[in-house]
């Protein structure tokens, strides 16, 4: 068992070690591993070993994006990377298209990508449109608990929402 002298001896010396300690950067870095054992004062340091092969083949790289494979001992895999600006105003929507422009020569088969951009997007009615069809379309949910006097005025107002959005050409 160590004493409170002996501790405050070993922590003097590493403050000591460390007062030495150079205040520039380092001129090397070597990455690797630093194994310690139990109830050991035994230290081994591993440095990592390069490569023979490449972790990854690039086989598509453009403007922000990367598509490549990742070749491993146990699973090889495929990865993309893709960077948009931050001032974007949908972001997600960017990706998805930098993704597809750099995907679409690898694809079977075009991917059915659900992408509503809702115009009206509450509890009781949802309106999107699909430009590639040049549809407008609207979902409407309506309780039918409601009276039936009720739930035809809450259709009515509904429709009413969709002809206003049709007047004002959102789409």
Not at 96 to 124: C, G, H, M, W
Not at 143 to 170: A, T, V, W, Y
Request: net charge positive.
């Amino acid at each position: 068992m160590k004493t409170k002298a002996t501790k405050t001896s070993e922590l003097i010396e590493v403050e000591d070690h460390f007062a030495n300690r150079p205040q520039t950067k380092p001129s090397e870095r070597i990455s690797g591993r630093l194994l310690k054992w139990k109830d050991s004062d035994y230290v081994a340091f591993e440095p990592q070993k390069p490569r023979d092969t490449p972790a990854r083949t690039i086989l598509k790289e453009g403007k922000g994006c990367q598509y490549y494979h990742n070749e491993g001992e146990k699973d090889n895999s495929y990865s993309l990377h893709v960077n948009v600006d931050g001032s974007e105003k949908d972001p997600a929507g960017a990706l998805l298209e930098k993704a597809s422009a750099v995907l679409r020569q690898y694809l079977k088969d075009e991917p059915k990508i659900d992408t509503r951009n809702f115009i009206e997007d509450s509890p009781e009615l949802q309106i999107w449109h699909r430009k590639g069809k040049h549809q407008l379309c609207a979902f409407i949910t309506i309780d039918s608990h409601l009276p039936r006097e009720q739930m035809s005025g809450r259709l009515f107002r509904l429709c009413s929402e969709i002809n206003k959005i049709i007047d004002s050409k959102k789409f």
